[in-house]
Structures are given as structure tokens and as C-alpha cells.
């Protein structure tokens, strides 16, 4: 006699997640992306990955340091594991320092100065804080009806800097002030 069995064969064996550890760097506009496949280190599956995904994949300026991300993976059978991979996230772009050149006028004291935002507004710098700094900002009369090349260096937090020159021409267009006195003069 023969006699028919149900056998129903399961799965339960969950991906083994493999993750590396790695650095992505910001771009210009201040955030990167990522794909699982750039953390994936061989994950496997006894009967096949059907999908394979981050916990995070898009990071900022404010993310920038280490970070600990999970590679999520599922089976054709719906089991799932996940494993951590340390990703760091790094700015090596420069602030881009723009300087303009400008005329300043002495004072009636006999002085002038600029300062870094008057010659860099135009800088920026793709996490936004930024300083910025001039290699000489103050004037008097000794420099009157001179041109000075001036060196704006923008730097921001994690180190990067880049530099531009500021042409600043001083002048003095105050005119004298004249006094008299009342004089009696004999003959």
C-alpha cells in the first residue's frame, strides 16, 4: 500500500550579514550618500538574498565623525539579520574664499579699517561655519595713496583653509582744517 505525506520544507535560516568599515567624504553641496554594496563585505544566504538595505544611507554636515550604521539583510524565505559597520563621515572640502577689492578712505583722525566679512562676503564654505581673516586690517595716514595686496584666509572647523587677495587702496580725501586767529600787526 502507499499512502501520500505532506513534507513542507522550511527555511529558517537567517542571511549571514557581513559589513567593513569605510570613510565617505561631504561634497560641495555638504552631504554624500551611500549604497549597501559600499558596507557589504560578501553577505550570504543559504537560498539567496532577496534584499539588502542601510539603517541610514544619506549624511550631512552635522553627521561628519564616526557613525553606526546597520546593513539589513532578508532571505527569499523572509529571514532577516543585520550587522553594524562603523561608517565615518568627512569634510576635506575648502571654504571657497572670494575676496573683493575695495577703496576705504581715511578718517578725520587719520585711520581706516576693514574687516574680513566687509572684503569675503561672497565666501561660503559647504557646512556653512566658516571664519575668515585678514593679514592686515587697519590703515593711517603713512599708507595713504597706496594699494595693498591683502590675504583673506577662510578656514573652517575641520581643519580645511583656502585663501584669495583683496587689492584695498587707501585714501585720504579729508581735507585740512584751517584756523585763524586775529593778529594785530604795527608798523
Known amino acids: 500500500t502507499t499512502q501520500t505525506a505532506t513534507i513542507t520544507v522550511l527555511d529558517t535560516i537567517a542571511p549571514n550579514i557581513v559589513t567593513q568599515n569605510d570613510t565617505f567624504y561631504l561634497g560641495v553641496n555638504g552631504t554624500v550618500s551611500i549604497l549597501p554594496s559600499t558596507i557589504n563585505n560578501g553577505s550570504s544566504d543559504n537560498c539567496g538574498i532577496d534584499t539588502i538595505w542601510l539603517s541610514t544611507s544619506s549624511f550631512d554636515c552635522n553627521d561628519v565623525g564616526a557613525n553606526n550604521i546597520y546593513l539589513n539583510g532578508k532571505d527569499v524565505s523572509g529571514n532577516i539579520d543585520s550587522a553594524v559597520s562603523i561608517v565615518t563621515i568627512a569634510d576635506t572640502q575648502a571654504p571657497v574664499t572670494i575676496a573683493i577689492d575695495t577703496t576705504i578712505y581715511l578718517s578725520a583722525t587719520g585711520t581706516a579699517s576693514v574687516t574680513p ?38 578656514s573652517d572647523s575641520y581643519g580645511n583653509t583656502s585663501t584669495d587677495t583683496s587689492f584695498i587702496t587707501v585714501l585720504d580725501t579729508t581735507p585740512p582744517v584751517a584756523t585763524v586767529q586775529n593778529l594785530t600787526v604795527y608798523l
Do not use: K, Q
Open 117 to 154: 566679512a566687509e572684503i569675503g562676503y561672497l565666501s561660503s564654505d559647504n557646512c556653512a561655519t566658516f571664519n575668515l581673516a585678514l593679514s592686515d586690517s587697519s590703515f593711517t595716514c603713512v599708507d595713504a595713496d597706496s594699494t595693498f595686496a591683502i590675504i583673506l584666509t577662510g
